[in-house]
């Protein structure tokens, strides 16, 4: 259910909630929130057609079909509908949130940046701090030999100095 929360945009990487899915938990936001989520979450079946949540049945079986390759009798597509059916449940497609506008507004005026980064120290260097995850799926194995050559082969070619 997590992995299907974060393909809609309901939660995070870490499976924490989104702020689209406390808007969908608002009555008063929760169809925008949802037909947002179907854009989200079925965005390659928007691309081929930007009215998908107006097809039929079997015209959205035809575009999942056609999308994902399935044979006519595979056993992914009827669940894949039902999920799209239950979020359109919820969904409408009239205009966004009042607040949703005001930031939308609020987004399109250009602002100066009025305090510019600093070199931070004696050194010169600005104070920019980056972090990245990096998600590792090790092969089933008991042989430490492996694993160790793993994480030296990762220690080699990330944790290298990066003024080289």
């Given at each position: 259910m997590t992995a299907y929360?974060?393909?809609?945009?309901?939660?995070?990487?870490d499976g924490s909630p989104t702020d689209f899915y406390k808007k969908f938990r608002n009555t008063t936001?929760?169809?925008?929130?949802?037909?947002?989520?179907?854009?989200?979450?079925?965005?390659?079946?928007y691309v081929?057609?930007?009215?998908?949540?107006?097809?039929?049945?079997?015209?959205?079986?035809?575009?999942?079909?056609?999308e994902t390759g399935a044979e006519q009798d595979s056993a992914t597509v009827p669940?894949?509908?039902?999920?799209?059916?239950q979020l359109k449940k919820f969904a409408k497609?009239?205009?966004?949130?009042?607040?949703?506008?005001?930031?939308?507004l609020h987004k399109d005026i250009?602002?100066?940046?009025?305090?510019?980064l600093k070199p931070t120290g004696n050194s010169g260097q600005l104070g920019l701090n980056l972090g990245y995850t990096i998600n590792l799926n090790l092969p089933a194995t008991s042989d430490p030999a492996v694993f160790n050559a793993?994480?030296?082969a990762l220690k080699e070619?990330?944790?290298?100095?990066?003024?080289e």
């Open positions: 929360l974060k393909k809609i945009g309901f939660a995070t990487a936001t929760e169809g925008w929130a949802a037909a947002q989520a179907l854009k989200t979450g079925y965005a390659p079946l081929r057609n930007e009215y998908m949540h107006k097809l039929s049945d079997e015209e959205l079986k035809g575009l999942v079909l056609e669940l894949i509908i039902a999920c799209i059916k497609w009239d205009t966004p949130p009042e607040e949703e506008k005001t930031e939308k250009p602002t100066l940046d009025t305090h510019p793993i994480f030296r070619h990330l944790l290298k100095p990066t003024n």
